[in-house]
């Protein structure tokens, strides 16, 4: 298991965000969360990079407890986070974008001493390539499509090389076919480089062609975890989130 | 090869630089000597500033301070320590690292805005102290009998030691700000909350930037000890702390030597200009206010250009 989240608690004033949630991932799994606005998803997704700090319970990452861990010391054991709204250096180059990720990957951050403009460019072309950006390498990351900064923050994250990978709703405001790229650039990855993903998303299309697992969440509390049949038939799921038209 | 040639450019450009001032400095009266010499030093002022501002996105509201600490710590160990120039100059340098990572310590204990604040706070905290301290500082009289360097005691003589240990700093400073190191702090100012998502200690890099940026600062605040032959608590004044903010506005913080031609400007206009014409803060006000509502990158503008990322969805 790679990670575990055991009792996990959220309390925005009265209201509870997120409420003992429980989550096992296995090594390697592609899992979603779903659930309607306000389930308290990316919450859960913060209180597992304590982007927020839980209110009570704990999380482990390959046995280790890493809820009270800074940020940035969890992101270097190897959890890569996407944002639902990307979160890039929109003012640099699409290729200083990666490289920054590089340097850190390759301990070079305090180096201020080789010049910076070509330092580690073999692995940025290797990424660039991989998220099929090259040819925007000179472009500023903040003038590329909607799609394009996605595929960019999915870059930078897998610049880190994680052992695991949260995402959240990668593919909410682009089309589906560029949906259905992005997804498809992840699983691809995700295949190279051993990763087990956790992504949020809405669109059922998406979930149920990606996930090996689902995780259905209401008002804070996972409700139902199985395969994607086995969400598919589950009564309560239905009624709660996926109505009767979603299927 | 783009970067060979880019790198020979900016050695051919430092020459031309030098040539220059130094053929401005030997055929020019000795009072317009004096007023290069203070452009160097404020130049360099800037562009320590500019660590912070440009390269890193703070707001180090209080910069002067270092300044003072630099300019206090060298001068009191002189006069009062009995230290050797050369030795004061390196010992005080070593006291302004260690300020300016106590002070960077409890600054960067919250967002940019508490940042910001707390800088302010601690300009005015010390140039009170260096006003009302009398028997360490001297109080509002400074102190004066500052030495320069032997060799280099005539204005022209000051001159040309200034400018060696000011290229010296640039040389330095530009190797940082284009060496990884840089690449992060330009991150940094992008996107802090990425910085620290890709696995670094941003609050422990801030305060590496505001160590680096505030030794800089000293040195020029040493550098105008020795023009002033003394220290004196005005070198720690909210004015000159604005006035080095506005010098990177007016010049373009997002090059690197914007802040040098800013810096250049605003010394002129404050030793030339207020000679003729008494309001030349106003004059400075506007200057800024068009800078900051007309032409954002100021003078010498920048390839980067702060935009909105794109819509869809908000943050939660």
């Given at each position: 298991?790679?990670?575990?989240?055991?009792?996990?608690?959220?309390?925005?004033?009265?209201?509870?965000?997120?409420?003992?949630?429980?989550?096992e991932?296995?090594?390697?799994?592609?899992?979603?969360?779903?659930?309607?606005?306000?389930?308290?998803?990316?919450?859960?997704?913060?209180l597992?990079?304590?982007?927020s700090?839980?209110?009570?319970?704990?999380?482990?990452?390959?046995?280790?407890?890493?809820?009270?861990?800074?940020?940035?010391?969890?992101?270097?054991?190897?959890i890569?986070?996407?944002?639902?709204?990307?979160?890039?250096?929109?003012?640099?180059?699409?290729?200083?974008?990666?490289?920054?990720?590089?340097?850190?990957?390759?301990?070079?951050?305090?180096?201020?001493?080789s010049?910076?403009?070509?330092?580690?460019?073999?692995?940025?072309?290797?990424?660039?390539?991989?998220?099929?950006?090259?040819?925007?390498?000179?472009?500023?990351?903040?003038?590329?499509?909607?799609?394009?900064?996605?595929?960019?923050?999915?870059?930078?994250?897998?610049?880190?090389m994680?052992?695991l990978?949260?995402?959240?709703?990668?593919?909410?405001?682009?089309?589906?076919?560029?949906g259905?790229?992005?997804?498809?650039l992840?699983?691809?990855?995700?295949?190279?480089?051993a990763?087990t993903?956790?992504?949020?998303?809405?669109?059922?299309?998406?979930?149920?062609?990606?996930?090996d697992?689902?995780?259905?969440?209401?008002?804070?509390?996972?409700?139902?975890?199985?395969?994607?049949?086995?969400?598919?038939?589950?009564?309560?799921?239905?009624?709660?989130?996926l109505?009767?038209?979603?299927? | 090869?783009?970067?060979?040639?880019?790198?020979n450019?900016?050695?051919?450009?430092?020459?031309?630089?030098?040539?220059?001032?130094?053929?401005?400095?030997?055929?020019?009266?000795?009072?317009?000597?004096?007023?290069?010499?203070?452009?160097?030093?404020?130049?360099?002022?800037?562009?320590s500033?500019?660590?912070?501002?440009g390269?890193?996105?703070m707001?180090?509201?209080?910069?002067?301070?270092?300044?003072?600490?630099?300019?206090?710590s060298?001068?009191?160990?002189?006069?009062?320590?009995?230290?050797?120039?050369?030795?004061?100059?390196?010992?005080?340098?070593?006291?302004?690292?260690?300020?300016?990572?106590?002070?960077?310590?409890?600054?960067?204990r919250?967002?940019?805005?508490?940042?910001?604040?707390?800088?302010?706070?601690f300009?005015?905290?010390?140039?009170?102290?260096?006003?009302?301290?009398?028997?360490?500082?001297?109080?509002?009289?400074?102190?004066?009998?500052?030495?320069r360097p032997?060799?280099?005691?005539s204005?022209?003589?000051?001159?040309f030691?200034?400018?060696?240990?000011?290229?010296?700093?640039?040389?330095?400073?530009?190797?940082?700000?284009?060496?990884?190191?840089?690449?992060?702090?330009?991150?940094?100012?992008?996107?802090?909350?990425r910085?620290?998502?890709?696995?670094i200690?941003?609050?422990?890099?801030?305060?590496?930037?505001?160590?680096i940026?505030?030794?800089?600062?000293?040195?020029?605040?040493?550098?105008?000890?020795?023009?002033?032959?003394?220290?004196?608590?005005?070198?720690?004044?909210?004015?000159?702390?604005?006035?080095?903010l506005?010098?990177?506005?007016i010049?373009g913080?997002?090059s690197?030597?914007?802040?040098?031609?800013?810096?250049?400007?605003?010394?002129?206009?404050?030793?030339?200009?207020?000679?003729?014409f008494?309001?030349?803060?106003?004059l400075?006000?506007i200057i800024i206010?068009?800078?900051?509502?007309?032409?954002?990158?100021?003078?010498?503008?920048?390839?980067?250009?702060?935009?909105?990322?794109?819509?869809?969805?908000s943050?939660?």
């Open positions: 298991m790679i990670l575990k989240t055991v009792d996990l608690v959220k309390d925005f004033g009265s209201l509870r965000a997120v409420d003992n949630v429980n989550l991932i296995e090594e390697g799994e592609v899992e979603a969360i779903i659930g309607p606005n306000g389930a308290g998803k990316s919450t859960l997704l913060d597992i990079t304590n982007r700090r839980p209110t009570s319970g704990h999380t482990y990452f390959r046995g280790r407890e890493i809820t009270k861990l800074r940020p940035f010391t969890i992101a270097s054991l190897g890569g986070r996407c944002f639902q709204v990307s979160k890039l250096f929109s003012g640099l180059t699409v290729f200083e974008n990666v490289q920054i990720a590089c340097i850190s990957k390759g301990g070079e951050v305090f180096n201020m001493y010049p910076g403009n070509n330092v580690l460019e073999k692995e940025v072309a290797k990424i660039l390539d991989s998220i099929g950006l090259n040819e925007m390498a000179d472009e500023l990351a903040g003038y590329l499509s909607y799609g394009d900064q996605r595929r960019l923050e999915i870059g930078i994250t897998l610049a880190l994680p052992t990978l949260l995402l959240d709703e990668p593919t909410a405001g682009v089309s589906r076919a560029e259905n790229d992005l997804m498809r992840v699983k691809n990855l995700a295949g190279e480089q990763l993903i956790v992504f949020i998303e809405h669109d059922m299309d998406i979930v149920f062609s990606y996930a697992k689902i995780s259905v969440m209401n008002w804070g509390r996972v409700i139902a975890t199985g395969t994607p049949v086995e969400i598919k038939n589950n009564d309560l799921v239905q009624k709660v989130y109505g009767e038209n979603a299927l | 090869m783009m970067q060979v040639l880019a790198r450019k900016s050695i051919g450009f430092g020459v031309i630089t030098i040539v220059v001032l130094s053929i401005l400095a030997v055929s020019l009266p000795v009072h317009r000597v004096e007023l290069i010499t203070r452009i160097l030093i404020m130049a360099l002022f800037a562009t500033i500019n660590i912070q501002l390269y890193g996105g707001m180090p509201l209080g910069q002067a301070m270092f300044l003072g600490i630099g300019g206090y060298f001068g009191l160990l002189l006069l009062k320590g009995g230290l050797p120039l050369t030795l004061a100059f390196f010992a005080g340098l070593l006291l302004s690292a260690v300020a300016s990572g106590i002070i960077g310590f409890f600054c960067l919250g967002d940019s805005m508490t940042f910001a604040l707390l800088h302010l706070a300009n005015i905290l010390l140039a009170t102290l260096a006003n009302k301290w009398i028997s360490l500082t001297g109080g509002s009289q400074g102190f004066i009998g500052i030495p032997s060799m280099f005691s204005p022209l003589g000051f001159y030691f200034v400018l060696v240990v000011v290229l010296i700093c640039y040389v330095l400073i530009r190797m940082i700000v284009s060496s990884p190191f840089g690449k992060v702090t330009e991150g940094l100012r992008e996107n802090e909350e910085i620290c998502f890709l696995g200690d941003n609050k422990k890099f801030q305060l590496v930037i505001f160590i940026s505030g030794l800089f600062t000293a040195v020029a605040g040493i550098l105008w000890t020795m023009l002033q032959r003394g220290g004196f608590p005005t070198y720690m004044s909210l004015i000159l702390s604005a006035e080095g506005m010098m990177c506005l010049g913080m997002l690197f030597l914007g802040p040098s031609l800013g810096a250049t400007i605003v010394t002129i206009m404050s030793t030339v200009t207020s000679s003729y008494q309001e030349w803060q106003g400075l006000g206010i068009g800078c900051v509502l007309g032409f954002r990158g100021g003078i010498l503008g920048g390839r980067k250009i702060k935009i909105k990322l794109s819509p869809a969805g943050d939660k």
